[in-house]
């Protein structure tokens, strides 16, 4: 077999003035690692630029690997198995072709030149083209010369470098005093505890959670109460506060049924967990709150889901008109400067993780953040830890991203945390026709294919 | 900062003035942090040239300026691989002189509380190095922000009267009363131009004492520390802790939380071990490698925090570990509201309890010599054997690959280091050979994690690093004359050897030595060789058992174990067994096998170690069998990271395992908090 040699690269990068780009190729063993080796027996001639990693299929190409390789000094990425229908593994090609669109959108929104990132579909008997990809692909990097964005960022543990993003608005700001002084709002807030108790005590819930105020500074607090007299101490959401879909990942609630206090923001979430099987329908009770604080009772799914859609009017994909119009200025800058915004966001993150933990979503039991072997993470807080946090989290969010805020309105920093999940979300929309938890019949967008999905990017 | 001689009379500065001086200081080479309004709000930022503090007065920054002394993230180690060597060196220390200007009280006072935390025996350079750098121009408040500040109720002086290097008091008709508190001051204001008119001391003093009124004391510290100890096993904890999504928002925006994590990452042959915050909030703060977690909930987590804050650090340090900015209120995603948890906790306390966990004093401390400015710098040490113990537990035998650091070197029974696998990262082991067998020293350590399973690659002539020796010992000379009782379970006899090979090399001293050590099998039972020797020895009494012996497809087999050398124990009632010295290996549960044994208290000292739940029954059977508390001695194993007192991850209630332990006696432990 004669993958690269690696120290041979090296040694003709120091000798020659000509420079000599560091390549890496994830491919499958199966097809494309069989066809390298293919060109290899056959004595084909390519530049020794490239460091091949065999996986046994596309679908195994995480994007943690590329992002990895980039921040340790790759010049270029290129990933490659099977042509469609030929999987191994029968679809784990159209699966990684959905991802890779995906994530190449995620890198041409982050301002990263996406000649750098390059998809082939290379068989066993293609050596030729293998080889061919190869040449082109090493030309092509060492005429554009070294990668070097991401190796400045690992210059970077400072200070923040810009202005906080201004559709950031911190915490919801303080509330009027519980029971409220309205006899309106007072009704309303009185209605959804009594509906609560009542479930309480007739047991067809175990427990429920909603919404309290915290005693200092009356910030909106979720709460979960297992019993009816503590009923009362629910109030009504606002229309800014977290997601209390995250409960349900709670590791000390974990009765159902449970009963819970949902707004649109809810019910979205809800569908996109319930489309992954992280949630049945027969686990929740919904009590259902418009966004002007109507109580609209105990109700099952989809009556919830169709008395709350009028609450998405003017919101796109989920997100609010403030955060698309953000999402809209940024898409339209240059790449470069499009590089610098999200560097100099990163760069403000302090890694709490407190946009994760707020994050219906990001529920994983162990966290890629938080495993070790391997670290695909640098655990820092500098330029390439924030780098890797806050593009892995994005992508783990594509297609599932409701666009609550909660993750932005947590953030202590001041990062517009889902500014990355709105313009990925306009990548599901325009991909795929997808938009995260429209309805709980959707099939997640991650986890499903078409056969003809596009693949014009693929060489 | 260096303490003031003589007060000086204060002077009045414009808010112009004000701006000019700060870039006066950055032309003076100094790097200036300061209040910066912006779209959404105050945040501390670097000045850059022409820079004007824009946010001053405006309440208080979102964050607080800790990175200024406690970076979010920090080298403290460079290494480089050439082949299979490493070198390690120190990072550059930072030089740059840094104001803070215009910073509230209640950021001010951080770096002066944690002083004595990160100058603790071990002095950490990075922190010390910083703020020798940082020079305070602290902003008096006039009022509090919002119904979250609470500096008053924690002794936090909102005029900032005396803090820091200068002290600005803004004054009604907004101009500014600039007072140097220390000489740095003076230096500092010297470059502000040209000296204002001075002001009425009468009328400054009368506006700082409004100042201090304007913000309401909301409860007592002492009351809430008292309160905290009465409710420590309440349910409050669990109930409010209910909201708290475990992020690390509250520590992270705290001036004061100063727990960290050490972490390396390489980029291809070079590499940085570094400090990153971390925060008690997490569940992955104290977890072990088992999967055995001390705090295993929110509700311990939070109650760690308020008690760390105002309990166990005013107890070991005499400060409150908090400065009552309010920012953990403010920020918190999920509405977490320590202030009125330590309301309802103070209300009706007794503020006259006093301390009520005392110090241990059992395992003597071991003076601290720091042989190098950078604490956490390893030693580098050539493995000069391999042993395999058992399929998961192997043995190294380490020496200096800098001879000349051997010089100097000592360490003590019982006391423990922090291994390392270059790139990967550090383990806590104890070193498990005898000081009396000088020349190297052994590790011995089990397959866990990422760092054990590196270690485990390594070969004979392989580099690791070490660091140490750390924590007490336990205290050999005190028990001479008296008959010694170790029991071990598992990987636990490692901790247990270089106690047991210390009291054989000094086998006059003390009277008889029985030894009780069990492992889940015959193959898990470590240190093979030696236990032959010791069992052939007739000057010790070693009593071996299994929890059960697998046959070849590692089914249970107890029933046949008899038949191969490891007869069960009357199970029912081990007391009832009768043991006969040839037959020393049985099939019994360690804490039966004690009991089988029937070691008698009286004149003897026993020393226990194993994992959690061993240790649990085995000190009943010997509280059973009339041992007192003080007699028996045990080593903690808490999740560690720097070893030195500093990252806050070792903590049992007050106590700082990696200092003050490992060594513990049994009446100890039960004065702390159950969270081992
Ligand atoms: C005083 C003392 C003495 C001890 N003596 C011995 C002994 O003699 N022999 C022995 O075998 N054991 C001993 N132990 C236990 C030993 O320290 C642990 O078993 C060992 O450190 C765990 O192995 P690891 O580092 O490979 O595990 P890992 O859990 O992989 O830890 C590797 C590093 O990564 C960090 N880490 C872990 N999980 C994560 C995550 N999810 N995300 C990010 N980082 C993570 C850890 O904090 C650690 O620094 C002792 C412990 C103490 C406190
Ligand atoms: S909440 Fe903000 S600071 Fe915290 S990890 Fe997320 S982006 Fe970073
Ligand atoms: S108290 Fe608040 S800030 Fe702290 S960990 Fe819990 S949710 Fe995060
Ligand atoms: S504990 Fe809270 S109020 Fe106290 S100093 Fe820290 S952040 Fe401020
Ligand atoms: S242990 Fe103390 S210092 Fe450390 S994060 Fe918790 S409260 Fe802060
Ligand atoms: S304080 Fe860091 S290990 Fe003890």
Redesign the pocket.
Known sequence: MTVAAPAAADAAASANTVFEPRLVAFVCKWCTYAGADLAGTSRMLYPPNVRVIKLPCTGRIDIAFIIRAFSQGADGVIVSGCHPGDCHYSAGNFRARRRWTLFRDLLDILGFDLRRFQCAWISAAEGTKWAATIRDFTEEMRALGPYTAMRQLAGERGAPVAPRAAVWHGRPARREPEPSADPATRARSEALAGAIAAALTDKSIAAAVGWTLSPTLRRPRPLWITAPEEADRLGLPGDSDGNLARLLKHPQLTVRPLGMVVRHAEMQALNVLRQESQVAEQDVVLFAVARDGRFLGRLDWDAAVAALAADAEGRVNGFSPEVEAEVSRVLALPSAERWDYWRTQFARCIKCYACRNSCPMCGCE?CL?????P?WFP?AADGPGNFAWHVIRAFHLAGRCVGCGACQAACPAGVAVNLLGAALARSAAGHFGHHAGASHQDLPLQAAFRTDDRESFIK | MTATTASRPATILSRAALDTWCAALIADGRRVVAPVAGATGVDYQELAAGGIPSGLGEGLPHQSPKATWFPRTEPILRLERKGQEWTVSDPDADQTRTVLFGVRACDALAPEILAPLFGWDWHDPFFENRRARLALVVLGCTKAVDEACFCTSVGTDPSGTGIGDVTLTPLAEGSFAAEANSDEGERLLALAGAAGAPADPAALARTRADARAAVPVRFDPEQARAGLAARFGDKLWEKVSRSCLACGTCAFSCPVCHCF???EEMCGCQGVRQKNWDACAFP?FT????GHNPRPDQGTRWRQRLNHKFRYFPEKFDRTLCTGCGRCLRLCPAGMDMLADLQVVAEGAQAAAGPTVPMPTAGPAVAVTQAQDNPYRPYRMRIVQVRDETPD?RTLRLEFADPEQATGFSFQVGQ?GLYSAFG???????I?SSPSRSGYIE?????????????RRLDVGDLMGFRGP??NRFPVERWKGKHLLFIAGG??L??MRCVIQWCLDHRADYRDITIVYGARTPRDLVYQDELAEWERRDDVNLWLGIDWKPRADGKDLSDQAAAEGWPAINQAEPGATVLDPAQRRRTAFVPQLVEAVKPSPADTVAVLCGPPVMINFTMQVLKKVGFAPDDVYT???????CGIGKCG??NVGPVY??KE??VFTAAEIARLPPEL
């Open positions: 162990v953040a938080d495993k070790n072997q670290q655990t | 994590d050490i972490q992955h977890l072990h490698t088992s537990v423990f990967e990262g550090e383990s806590t082991f104890c498990a590790c011995t350590f089990r397959q866990a994690g990422r760092v054990t399973r590196a270690l750390y924590g990987i636990a490692p901790p080593t903690l194993e808490n999740r560690m990271k991850r070792c395992v990696c332990g490992p």
